[in-house]
């Protein structure tokens, strides 16, 4: 009996791309993070996160004008996506913008599935 072999995976695939970017942020590799969401951005304009993600690798590399370029590109692309809106508000928050982070919070929880907004909720109150 023939063994069926799946299809190697693609690495310039949206999704693995991005998922290999998070990885890649998480252990201190913001260049190649980088690299990889811009794949995932090129196989998907609308792909929000990899946009915040890749904003966020900005942020580590003290390039905060492309991080928000990024930031406010992925809240276009993807407005329906409250991460979006939490990692922008996050940045805007460390950067003395209360008012924005306090807008970009409450569109994040104005999206948000009710058990996500009840905990944002409570994020946008220790803000204040």
Sequence with gaps: MAVAHAAPADPQHAAAAYERGRVL???GEPQ????DFTVAILRDAKFGRALA???EA???LNNWEGAFMDF???VVASPQDYEVFVIRSTYRFKRGELAGAVADM???IAVADEATASQLRAMLEKMK
């Excluded at 190649?32 to 690299?35: L, R, Y």
């Design 25 to 27: 942020l998480k252990i």
């Design 32 to 35: 190649k993070a980088i690299a």
């Design 53 to 55: 993600k890749r904003g």
């Design 58 to 60: 900005k942020i580590i």
């Design 72 to 74: 406010d590109a992925a």
């Design 106 to 108: 409450e569109a994040a």
